[in-house]
């Protein structure tokens, strides 16, 4: 483990770390740094919480001259993780003007004074980002540095094609870093059409799939036993810090309202919540809240520490996005646990995800008779029953949580963005509102 001390970095820059207790450089960082800072195209296969956000930021500070261009632009899927990679590079010191974060669901038209400012670095999302260059705001021509961050997670929600369109329209001899936690094809080709003698660097265990360092449980009960299920887990099992998945927007809000009810400190995250709203939960997370439920999409590319357990309230069809969600915790080399409710007819899915991930799921019983009798009701404030089984969904516009929420009166890049990400959450199950029964039917 080496010190940034000794890394031959600017003395500031190293007092910088040091006021965050950043005095050692993690894996990725300490192998990053120096090749990124002797200019080279770099491909990262590193997970989040290994500290890849300081492995691009700290060169990219380092090698900027500060004048009145855009220097270098950071990529990234979602909202939440532009102002966490915004708040990290004011803690290494940068100055708050040469940086603009840009994104969906919030005023247009303030980003663009942002830009107006001349800033250094432009964070950003990539729906806003081709927004902004093609009314002519975002100007890239004098660019020097491009990092894609959550790769993978881009291609997962669609944003491919639109990360494409914007290396297009960026000079041919900037550098360009890319961070990605698995290395499906479609990356590595994109990355071949932009980069120059693009060097590979791989940071971990041997398999880019393995989650070493946590411990995964699974159980089996019925439709109607899933909530129950999730009472029992905590009951038993007493995590410290959680994050529960949902598969969409309507059953991440029906879960929060249903815990709340039972007076557990829980916060909701999804795309269907103006972005103020989505801090505001971020916030009581990090600060002592118990649990968040959220759904993939927003949840993606979160850094918090503290995280001991990860719930899939819904097993994942794909065992990459089972990768994904159970890497919020064992944050930096913390070790961490991962439990799957799963319903009859779902061990495929079990085994899937095992031979892919490399990994043994154990299977663990639950006593699930003290929570049978407890309904569970939200999302649209109308007192129906809400069925936690079946492997479809069908979404619901109603109000509520559950309705899909357009921050700022639905424009264009907004609905570029929030409507891939509505199409991604979504998935393929459907949560029967009414009947009472809580069984696991099939749509129809």
Same mark, same amino acid.
């Given at each position: 483990?080496?010190?940034?001390?000794?890394?031959? @970095?600017?003395?500031?820059?190293?007092?910088?770390?040091?006021?965050?207790?950043?005095?050692?450089?993690?894996?990725?960082?300490?192998?990053?740094?120096?090749?990124?800072?002797?200019?080279?195209? @770099?491909?990262?296969? &590193?997970?989040?919480?290994?500290?890849?956000? &300081?492995?691009?930021?700290?060169?990219?500070?380092?090698?900027?001259?500060?004048?009145?261009?855009?220097?270098? /632009?950071?990529?990234?899927?979602?909202?939440? @993780?532009?102002?966490?990679?915004?708040?990290?590079?004011?803690?290494?010191?940068?100055?708050?003007?040469?940086?603009?974060?840009?994104?969906?669901?919030?005023?247009?038209?303030?980003?663009?004074? &942002?830009?107006?400012?001349?800033?250094?670095?432009?964070?950003?999302?990539?729906?806003?980002?081709?927004? @902004?260059?093609?009314?002519?705001?975002?100007?890239?021509?004098?660019?020097?540095?491009?990092?894609?961050?959550?790769?993978?997670?881009?291609?997962?929600?669609?944003?491919?094609?639109?990360?494409?369109?914007?290396?297009?329209?960026?000079?041919?001899?900037?550098?360009?870093? /890319?961070?990605?936690?698995?290395?499906?094809?479609?990356?590595?080709?994109? &990355?071949?059409?932009?980069?120059?003698?693009?060097?590979?660097?791989?940071?971990?265990?041997?398999?880019?799939?393995?989650?070493?360092?946590?411990?995964? /449980?699974?159980?089996?009960?019925?439709?109607?036993?899933?909530?129950?299920?999730?009472?029992?887990?905590?009951?038993?099992?007493?995590?410290?810090?959680?994050?529960?998945?949902?598969?969409?927007?309507?059953?991440?809000?029906?879960?929060y309202d249903a815990l709340r009810q039972q007076g557990y400190d829980s916060i909701l995250l999804h795309g269907g919540l103006t972005q103020a709203k989505r801090e505001h939960s971020l916030r009581q997370f990090k600060g002592g809240a118990q649990f968040m439920i959220a759904t993939n999409v927003a949840a993606r590319g979160i850094d918090i520490l503290g995280v001991t357990d990860v719930i899939n309230f819904d097993i994942p069809d794909d065992p990459h996005t089972y990768v994904h969600r159970v890497g919020r915790s064992a944050r930096m080399d913390a070790s961490g646990r991962a439990f799957t409710i799963t319903v009859s007819g779902e061990n495929e899915l079990v085994k899937d995800i095992e031979y892919i991930a490399r990994i043994k799921m154990e299977r663990i019983g639950l006593n699930t008779a003290p929570y049978r009798n407890i309904r569970v009701f939200g999302g649209g404030g109308r007192g129906r029953e809400r069925s936690f089984g079946g492997r479809d969904f069908r979404h619901s516009r109603g109000g509520g949580h559950g309705g899909f929420e357009h921050g700022n009166g639905g424009r264009r890049d907004d609905r570029r963005e929030r409507g891939r990400h509505e199409r991604r959450e979504r998935g393929s199950r459907v949560y029967y509102l009414g009947g009472g029964s809580g069984s696991d039917s099939r749509a129809r």
């Open positions: 483990m080496k010190a940034f001390s000794e890394m031959n @970095l600017d003395p500031a820059i190293v007092e910088s770390l040091r006021r965050i207790n950043f005095v050692n450089a993690t894996d990725v960082q300490e192998r990053v740094i120096p090749l990124a800072l002797e200019g080279k195209d @770099l491909i990262v296969r &590193a997970k989040t919480g290994t500290g890849k956000t &300081a492995a691009f930021l700290v060169p990219l500070k380092q090698m900027s001259k500060r004048g009145r261009e855009i220097e270098a /632009l950071i990529v990234v899927p979602t909202r939440e @993780l532009a102002v966490q990679i915004s708040d990290m590079a004011r803690k290494l010191g940068t100055d708050p003007r040469s940086v603009a974060v840009v994104y969906g669901g919030a005023s247009i038209n303030v980003q663009m004074d &942002a830009l107006r400012r001349n800033p250094n670095i432009v964070i950003g999302t990539p729906g806003r980002i081709i927004d @902004l260059m093609e009314r002519g705001a975002l100007r890239l021509h004098a660019l020097r540095f491009a990092v894609l961050d959550e790769a993978d997670t881009m291609l997962d929600i669609g944003f491919i094609d639109d990360i494409e369109t914007i290396l297009s329209k960026t000079p041919t001899n900037k550098q360009t870093l /890319l961070f990605s936690a698995t290395m499906p094809d479609k990356i590595v080709q994109v &990355a071949r059409r932009y980069m120059h003698d693009m060097e590979i660097v791989k940071v971990g265990e041997g398999d880019e799939l393995v989650v070493t360092k946590i411990k995964h /449980l699974y159980a089996v009960v019925e439709g109607r036993e899933k909530f129950g299920a999730l009472l029992a887990y905590i009951k038993q099992y007493n995590p410290k810090k959680a994050i529960i998945f949902a598969q969409t927007q309507y059953a991440a809000s029906a879960i």
